[in-house]
């Protein structure tokens, strides 16, 4: 695994391309604590998700799953991928994935839980446990809320590959561009969010995940809270004030007035 920063950006790159970057329990281990290193700096405002090679990532290392390892360390393995597919949810920032290659089962899955996803025409995703006798139930989570249900049943089922245009089509990816656009297009999407208010962007990101687990007129009510304690943050009036006077905002990422009482 390793790590790169960039201004207002941080990435991440799967560096094991020998072992089809697995996410065994020490890669998974990794990306957690890449995931959450500076979470909370005001400086980071967007992640990028990438591999090296021919395949994004192959998934868990089966070699961790045999019974000579036993339901414990099984338990341990899909608690952690739980917790960092839940934590590129709950970062304060958005994380985007980079896909160049074949991306299956927990790879797939990671993709399946960024934010946003721009992969190379080249790519591929599929969730073929099922062809080994271990169905991608893991997967499916993350899988049944980016894609339709009966298209996530049938990669399920079937552990069919689907093309790059056919996972953008479905909504598993934002676009699909050609493998040689791939790094410009992804990092100019990075660098547009990394040029907007931090705040204003976590604090949107958190109530659009909120609101979709809710009925309409609960989604409604979170929604329309959100819009209030947006325009309450410095950056929700500097906007807004820059387009009434027709000039260019100048963000202060900060979550409170200066002018803010203290506690």
């Known amino acids: 695994m390793r790590r790169r920063r960039g201004i207002g950006s941080q990435s991440i790159v799967l ?17 957690q604590k890449d995931i959450l290193h500076e979470a ?32 414990d360390y099984h338990a341990e393995v ?19 994935a980079m896909v160049n290659g074949l991306a299956t089962a927990a790879g797939c899955q990671l993709v399946a ?28 989570v993350a899988l049944g809320r980016a894609v339709p249900r009966k298209v996530a049943l049938e990669m399920l089922f079937t552990g069919e ?11 598993l990816l934002s676009r699909v561009v050609p493998e040689e656009q791939l790094e410009e297009e992804t990092m100019r999407i990075a660098r547009k969010v990394a040029s907007l208010s931090r705040p204003v962007v976590s ?17 409604y009510h979170l929604a329309s809270q959100t819009m209030v304690d947006n325009l309450g943050l410095p950056d929700g009036q500097e906007g807004i004030k820059a387009f009434l006077q027709k000039r260019k905002p100048i963000w202060s990422h900060r979550v409170a007035s200066s002018e803010d009482p203290g506690p």
Do not use: W
């Open 15 to 31: 560096s094991n391309p020998k072992k089809r970057n697995a996410l065994s329990l020490a890669m998974l281990k990794s990306l």
């Open 40 to 71: 909370e700096s005001q400086d980071l405002k967007v992640i990028v998700i990438s591999a090296e090679g021919p395949v994004f990532s192959s998934g868990h290392d089966l070699k961790e799953l045999t019974d000579e390892q036993g339901p």
């Open 78 to 96: 899909f608690r952690t991928c739980s917790e960092v597919m839940m934590m590129i949810q709950n970062h304060p920032v958005p994380v985007i």
């Open 113 to 140: 839980s960024c934010d946003i996803a721009v992969a190379s025409d080249k790519s591929s995703f599929a969730t073929p446990g099922v062809n080994i006798g271990l169905f991608c139930s893991t997967p499916g």
């Open 161 to 171: 590959a689907m093309s790059a245009q056919e996972a953008l089509l479905h909504g």
């Open 203 to 219: 604090l949107g990101k958190a109530a659009f995940y909120r609101q979709l687990a809710q009925d309409l007129r609960t989604a």
